[in-house]
């Protein structure tokens, strides 16, 4: 009861800061009243400096929920009763991140101008702090939750800013700044709250909602096979590049679904995966593909890729989870360092490797809209692909720091 | 059993008298042809004249299907016995909603002339009868509910008719035609049809059926999120407007479903609120930004109107809902007076406030988009908020009269 | 056990053998990338000879899942039990039917050039398997299903080869090449396989399953309602024929739904049809339309089609099913020769009757992109309809024959 008026008192109090915030500082972006635009604001040539691109404006409605497929795919794998506490993490962290997010990208004369743009910029954000929050699932209150959420918005965004901005690693797809930052600070947080006896109730009312989370899990792998390809490429709008990406991430997924048949029969009793597997190995097989999609300029490397991913993955459930339970103490209440941690990893190194690779040759004009700084002449292959690699460990180091504080 | 024949009767008969009026009257429209588009018809002069434009065909496959968001609400609510029957109204109701549009917008030389247009059109008549079909759900045998739906289109469109094209209301998202209006006109249905006994077994059969409506909750909930807020634009295609409408509409649900996890705690005994709560308050949100939605030039404003109706909805639930039934006689099954009529009148006023408020300085370009006729010079602001206010009283009065005459 | 080890070795082996053969022959086309195109591949000549036209990219994500419609519809009626097996089916054919149709359509100097083309091509070949895999549904193994639609994709593929590209058959949505070979051969493959013991367990499991089968018919539905018409009209991508090729699809589904309501209380003793019939209906209403929906310039016309197609598909269910079982000694699981076979048969009819209609004063400017050949003066119309007739035949004689050799 006193948590029940705890949540509701800070709900309150964080919804107000919000609406008070927004009044002081957030306008509507003249960009996207093109006639308005004010010099300062340098709109057109502001477009083409960033990697960030105004995308049409049609399909953003349908990119700005990709944290709701995550939603889904932790319903099929915890099950419904924790749905409202995470919409409530969703809307929160939305408008959060776009104060936040417009801090660091959209400031100006003391205003951030929003527009379509930071609705998909606060979006990646929301969904790293579902990731997280995948992580600690039914051992944390919402109350919890909701700091979690607040605090991990504002690392996960300078994390962003620093890798994308300050440093130009190309992460169209967000390997690093979403899938691995998120998987490692819910895995600290998870570490720093540690409750053994916690576990066992768990399990058990798991497997009464088992019926109604294969619905989920369904449901959640049509949504993330229908609508994830097109938001990993959201930020990649260049009509060519897109191409690519979106078609590398539909077979990354197709192979790495096809081992998980592979490997499941082996690794258990059953004959065929049970769906929350296979949804598994979907989000592994995108989440590797964040990074490397548009780099990637051949299909081959795409199955090759999620091949391997989808071999990783259940292996990853089937020994890694128990041995990162019983040493190192943390619990990961839907495998988010299988699904997301090590994919990103793997996406990231593969592409450093493929930055390395790349030459004029086989880009051709792909070069200068995936590496700008590349094409500009002002960075050579190898410092890209080592500034690729750097951004790596950095985002560990942030996200296990961030982790830490806020556990 | 003879309800059984009368309802397979019923559905023969209204068939073929539709497939005889389309054959006698409806034909593909020449405009989408643009070579052939006959002068009399003034195919270029007519998309300018009125709110109606052509919306980007692409879109349209999505926007159609507006009404079965509305539908997963309403199973949220009250359970998926009802699908089959709010599928047959609506797969009678849009064509209905054709012919009698057509009658009033596309009407020449004796033929009506369909397009993608009439198909959007249509399915925000059938939106209508949907939520007024939610206020007496269970109530109301199928073949009642199908005149109902034969009623209602016709005079839905109506006062559409009155409001947009006559008057020069601006209602881009359909506060009052479709949210009001729906709500009102059901509300008066179930007043007149009124059965105290038939109350309590209802109660029971839904509790039956709570666990598969937390599915529903869940899917449909998600599907508002993800498709709602490009239907409330689905009018307002000018780029720039568009583009706010979405953005309003997104802050304004954000903040409603924050507002929802502050009071539920408080008004009932549950730590967090339940699945279908949450949907109403998504519900809404967006009921409260139909007209507002591309009038806002602020986010805070969208993110105060989303937390204020936040608020007030559950509130109409827990105080509003019992009197209406005990003094009132009013029984309303999915709720929908908290949902869509309070919201969609609040939507209204705030409309009319804006109205007020818009100058040339703070609307710019988009004066011409949202006020036409005040852009023109024709109006004045005043003139426009007073029309705008009329439309209220106005519709109130169409809908509770229509209602009490089909009951 | 020894099932599961085949399955999960076969699995291996088909995922080797195809990233084997991706790396030796599919490259991402220059077709993409605009500026390489060489000349021996006649970019710009070859989108204007063929009926395949570049659809608009962004859409692309959308249409590639095709085929998981028919998923959720065969969950509808037979529970969740085999989703895991229909997603490996679809994971496995589509990265065969980029190969095989890759072979066909897009082969050069030794490579295949993919593109977003290919993934909608290989998709619409995956539909078909679905469709066959629906008729033996719980009867067939998983690793006998990889072997069907191992072989399936091939006479798919060469089928639709001879129909669209050799004989010119105007068939954008579908109706022979997709749903009356995919039924057709899945009922012979269903006929050799004939093993009268299976029957009765089955129809036990599945009661058990009635209760979320009901949830998965409503998804099923609302997603088929809203996706299948632009999925019908992927290929008509010039912007006027496609715009009535969507309206006849949504005229024809609500209209078959119609149907559904009249026929089911006269034929069962339920007051309303389950959702499954609707969901049935409604599949039945849109493969009806797949040659048909271009090629009809009056709305009533679709209405007809569908209305008609609506009674005939639970006539079916009551009266042929049964028949079929017990004379032809044929089971049909999902029931698809009720769903695809007939309303594709039924189209093809309807398709040949409307193009020995056509005149150039009906079709305009459209003729030319409907039918291409009469547009040039190369066929007259009859001929066309000669063929379109024609195709009837020879698809059934191909199903017949791959069914019963892959039986």
Redesign the interface.
Known sequence: SA???R??GL??L??IL??LL??AF???SPE?????CPPQLNCSQRNQDSRFQQP???????Q??LS?GL??AF?GRYG?GS???C??IV??A??WA?LIQGIFYFFLNGKIY???QS?VSADFCTAAVLISTGAVLGRVN?VQMLLLALLEVTLCTLNEYILLRLMGVSDSGRSLTVHTFGAYFGLMVSRVLYQPHKDKRKREERQDVR??A???A??G??YL???W??FTSATTVH??A???A??NT??SL??S???T???S??LYE??????VQ?QDATLAGMAVMGMAGEML????GA??AG?LVGLISPLGFRFFTPVLHSRLKIQDTCGVHNIHGLPGILGALLGTLLTLLATADTY???LELVFPLVAQGSRTVTDQAFIQLGALPLTLLLATLGGSLTG
């Open positions: 948590l029940r008026l949540l509701s709900c309150f964080l919804q919000n609406i927004f009044a957030v306008r509507y996207s009243s093109p006639g308005q049409r404006f049609q399909d953003v409605h349908i700005v929920l709701f939603l889904l319903l419904p749905a409202a506490i919409i409530l809307a929160f939305i408008q776009v929003v527009g379509a609705m919402p019926h109604q294969d619905v989920f369904v449901v792998t049509l096979w229908i609508f390809p097109s009509k060519n897109e191409n690519w979106v078609l539909y077979f197709v192979a679904t096809v081992a048949f592979i490997l029969p082996v059953e004959s065929t995966p049970r769906m296979i300029v051949t299909p081959f199955l090759i091949f051709g004009d792909r």
